[in-house]
C-alpha cells in the first residue's frame, strides 16, 4: 500500500499481498482479496477502476 497525500484515495500493489500469500480474484465486476479461501478485502468497479470501499472483510464480519 502507498500513501500519496495529494491523492484522495490510496493505492494498493497486488504484488506485494500476491508475496505475503494473498490470492486476488476478479469475478462478476467485483476485485477480492483473499486468504486461505476467506476474503479479507473486496470492492466494485467503478469506470474503469476497482475501488475497495474502505471496510476489510475478516471471515464474514465487517471490520470498520
Do not use: Q, W
Not at 477480492?32 to 471471515?59: Q, R
Request: aromatic fraction near 12%; charge should be positive.
Amino acid at each position: 500500500m502507498r500513501y500519496v497525500p495529494e491523492l484522495k484515495r490510496n493505492l494498493i500493489s497486488t504484488s506485494i499481498f500476491d508475496g505475503l500469500g494473498y490470492c486476488t480474484r476478479i469475478e462478476h465486476v467485483v476485485y477480492k482479496i483473499l486468504h486461505d479461501a476467506l476474503i479479507t478485502f473486496k470492492g466494485p468497479k467503478i469506470n474503469s477502476l476497482y475501488i475497495l470501499d474502505g471496510s476489510a472483510i475478516i471471515g464474514h464480519a465487517f471490520v470498520f
